[in-house]
T-cell receptor, first 114, second 118 residues
């Protein structure tokens, strides 16, 4: 079974631009969560999608948004990029939402904002 | 809101020795799940072990075991017979058993960087 894939793996943008990151979950998984990882703030939850519906959102500004398609693939978008958005963005999928179910993580997208 | 604290930013262990990574958490809930994730230099996070709070028995997975002290809100990870491949950042994480809203999310600690010395 293929693992969670994220594209692109690396991205360089400038302030004010927008960016879209993509995540393909493991086949059969319906829940996709996004996390931002930075040296200063650690791992912070962005949002979770389940069956095309946003189930939960972390404490991030409205510039961060996402969506999930009928095939469970998910995208996250960051508009009006700021220097502080430079981070590793991790996507994780699981069979269902919450509980003891394991979240399987992708390799991440490294975003650098100049 | 729940918080997870890992007080050891860095740890080192000799190959074949045993090391224990500490984790404490703060919650008012009685039912929840605890996880240890490993993030090696390749950056792909993988689950090491999980514990259901309602289970008194400590979870074990081969060389990995936990010491779960519910009253003390402590969840330490013990790695026995350490191997070079165990070198990684280890994250402790908490998730509520409540299946609504923000309860579904994983709350992570700040991580412990483990170095394995040959």
């Amino acid at each position: 079974k293929a693992g969670v894939t994220q594209t692109p793996r690396y991205l360089i943008k400038t302030r004010g631009q927008q960016v879209t990151l993509s995540c393909s979950p493991i086949s059969g998984h319906r829940s996709v969560s996004w996390y931002q990882q930075t040296p200063g703030q650690g791992l912070q939850f962005l949002f979770e999608y389940f069956s095309e519906t946003q189930r939960n959102k972390g404490n991030f500004p409205g510039r961060f948004s996402g969506r999930q398609f009928s095939n469970s693939r998910s995208e996250m978008n960051v508009s009006t990029l700021e220097l502080g958005d430079s981070a590793l963005y991790l996507c994780a999928s699981s069979w269902t939402s919450g509980g003891a179910h394991e979240q399987f993580f992708g390799p991440g997208t490294r975003l650098t904002v100049l | 809101a729940q918080t997870v604290t890992q007080s050891q930013p860095e740890m080192s262990v000799q190959e074949a020795e045993t090391v224990t990574l500490s984790c404490t958490y703060d919650t008012s809930e009685s039912d929840y799940y605890l996880f240890w994730y490993k993030q090696p230099p390749s950056r792909q996070m993988i689950l090491v072990i999980r514990q259901e709070a309602y289970k008194q028995q400590n979870a074990t997975e081969n060389r990995f075991s936990v010491n779960f002290q519910k009253a003390a809100k402590s969840f330490s990870l013990k790695i026995s017979d350490s191997q070079l491949g165990d070198a990684a950042m280890y994250f402790c994480a908490y998730r509520s058993a409540v299946l609504s809203g923000s309860a579904r999310q994983l709350t992570f600690g700040s991580g412990t960087q483990l170095t394995v010395l040959p």
